[in-house]
């Protein structure tokens, strides 16, 4: 698989990488077995960014993710996240970003995950209440004691990335982008070129809708978390498959998927962006 880099300290990854929230959280039931075949396999085809957060699954996807790398450590660059604290139902209690709980958050990734170091840690949310200065800089104190490698942050403003980015050198930034989620391309690609920090793009495929196999509120399962997206509500979604047709035809006539040709279009936005 092709190479890109995140950031100017050098990290390389596969030009596609698998996220792993939907194995333990949100998109239906789970299947720990296949999602472990799914991620090991992901490995076999060069896809090296496992992406992971500790609120996914409340825990359970780092520890999913920790089994899946057994013996696969050396060909994964692991991903995870911390700040989002959610009550055992799902809901969101707060945002953490206090130098205090960085610690501890990160503390308990490396035991979930069994790693003695993380490669990519973000702040999943920056903490309104915290100044960004104090968070990246309990961050940066990660890095010097060695537990974790580069640094990067999720749905972050361009003021943000660039008080982050004067403490401590950012790897990327990890942002929804895809063919039907495009704000960042009016806010914070300028300044991601600007300060030579990568995009994370997540949900690269609008949360399954791109793959060409929803057309309906059927086609979810009963318990399945995007059932309350407005895109996916019943006055909405047959539109919204309407489109996803006419990206299936301009698939076909290439001989590709419509995952493909979504995947395709983010990869040649840009050689930072990374699926």
């Known amino acids: 698989m092709e190479q890109r880099t995140l950031g100017s300290q050098g990290l ?6 698998l996220g792993c929230m939907g194995m333990s959280h949100v998109y239906g039931p ?9 991620i090991q396999r992901a490995l076999d085809l060069g896809m090296s960014l496992i992406d992971t957060a500790d609120v996914y699954g ?9 089994k899946a790398l057994v013996g696969r450590r050396a060909d994964a660059v692991v991903a995870t996240k911390f700040g989002m604290k959610r009550r055992a139902d799902g809901s969101l209690i707060g945002i953490d970003g ?27 949310r920056l903490d309104p209440e915290v100044p960004v200065e104090e ?8 890095v010097e004691q060695g537990k974790v490698r580069y640094l990067g942050v999720s749905e972050a403003s361009a003021q943000e990335l660039q008080r982050a980015q004067a403490v401590h050198p950012l790897t990327a930034l990890q942002s929804e982008y895809s063919l039907w989620t495009r704000d960042v391309e ?8 600007e300060l030579d920090v990568g995009l994370v793009a997540y949900s690269p495929l609008g949360r399954g ?8 509120q059927a086609d979810l399962a009963e318990r399945d978390y995007r059932r309350t997206f407005p895109r996916y509500s019943p006055e909405h979604i047959e539109e919204n498959a309407r489109l996803v047709d006419t990206l299936t035809r301009i698939a076909d006539d290439a001989d590709l998927t419509v995952a493909q040709l979504s995947l395709g279009w983010l990869l040649a936005r840009s050689p930072r962006v990374v699926p």
Not at 30 to 38: I, L, M, Q, V, Y
Not at 58 to 63: I, L, S, V
Not at 186 to 193: N, Q, S, V
């Open 209 to 216: 809708m791109l793959s060409g196999k929803i057309h309906s």
């Open 58 to 66: 409340f825990n359970a996807n780092e520890r999913l993710v920790g």
């Open 186 to 193: 009016a806010r914070e690609l300028a300044t991601l070129e």
């Open 12 to 17: 390389q990854v596969g030009a596609i990488g």
């Open 30 to 38: 789970a299947d720990d077995e296949e999602s472990t075949r799914t």
């Open 135 to 142: 968070t990246i800089g309990a961050m940066a104190r990660l």
């Open 98 to 124: 206090s130098p205090e709980y960085v610690a501890q958050a990160c503390d308990a990734s490396l035991q979930r995950l069994g790693l003695d170091e993380i490669d990519l840690y973000y702040a999943h």
